[in-house]
């Protein structure tokens, strides 16, 4: 699958295609439309389902050196009002501020991050990590996109938490049978 197949597969999703159409109009630093509403939206397709079905949420990182609360905040709030017109949960988080509140949420401390990018590097899985930037559509999936595609979970060797790695791939099988584990 290539970067363009990608990018339109996830545009079949009308709230991804409304994200990413007005995200620019934020003015967020390094912003990226990530995760599960993409991977998500791939796997509903490939399955013949809605592509909106069973994605909890629309996950948005930007990179701020402002580390407050309250730019923070700000930002979020900028967003709910851009996309209040859309029944859909978006969660908006600035990667520099990552390292303030990881590890009281996930067990396990986080360096600092430096990008919106090397919060993608993170995730739980590998072929989960994927983002898409708004405007160019350019796609960013450090691993690859034949994972994502294939339905394989394995850890990325990245994240620190490996712990919470079965949990997470046995929700995903869950909802598509059809993934299988990978090494």
């Known amino acids: 699958m290539t970067d ?29 439309l990530v995760a599960g509403c993409l991977f998500q939206t791939l796997r509903n397709v490939k399955t013949g389902r809605p592509p909106e079905e069973n994605i909890s949420d629309y996950d948005v990182f930007y990179f701020d050196p402002d580390l407050s609360y309250e730019a923070e905040d700000r930002a979020i ?8 017109d859309l029944p859909i949960r978006i969660e908006v988080r600035n990667q520099a501020r990552v390292h303030l509140w990881f590890e009281r949420r996930f067990g396990a401390a986080c360096p600092p991050i430096g990008s919106s990018r090397q919060g ?10 994927v983002g898409i930037a708004p405007g160019s559509l350019e796609v960013y999936a450090p691993y690859g996109l034949e994972e994502t595609e294939a339905g394989i ?7 620190g938490t ?20 990978g090494v």
Do not use: M
């Open 120 to 129: 993608v590097d993170r995730f739980l899985i590998a072929g989960t990590c």
């Open 153 to 159: 979970l394995r850890p990325n060797p990245n994240n």
């Open 4 to 32: 363009l197949e990608f990018a339109q597969i996830v545009r079949r999703n009308p709230h991804n295609a409304a994200l990413l159409e007005r995200l620019p109009r934020l003015g967020l630093p390094q912003t990226l």
């Open 77 to 84: 709030g900028a967003a709910a009002a851009l996309f209040s």
């Open 162 to 181: 490996p712990h919470l790695f079965a949990a997470k791939a046995e929700s995903y099988q869950r909802r598509w049978p059809w993934l299988r584990l």
